[in-house]
């Protein structure tokens, strides 16, 4: 795997995401742990499932969060 362009080194191992309606109502809490994807790059991945308060019903939410600019050049 190549190596990231660059990294944060204050960035932490774990960010906690909330997912809220517009109402203000949390449909869910989900943690997005540290990556490096495949393609070099480094940030954030969370997957799981969260549910609507009022019908019940589940959802399934995955994520990625990217630093910017982490991306190694093309070789």
């Known amino acids: ?5 660059k990294r944060d080194p204050q960035a ?3 960010l906690i995401v909330e997912i809220k309606d517009n109402d203000g109502r949390v449909w869910g ?3 997005a742990a540290a ?3 495949s393609s070099g790059s480094v ?4 997957n799981s499932k969260i549910e609507n308060p009022d019908s ?3 959802y399934q939410v995955s994520g990625n969060i990217i630093l910017i600019g982490s ?5």
């Open 12 to 14: 932490p191992a774990n």
């Open 56 to 58: 019940h019903e589940r």
């Open 71 to 75: 991306k190694p050049e093309a070789e």
């Open 43 to 46: 940030g954030f991945y969370a």
């Open 35 to 37: 990556k490096q994807f």
């Open 29 to 31: 809490t989900i943690t």
């Open 1 to 5: 795997m190549p190596e990231p362009k």
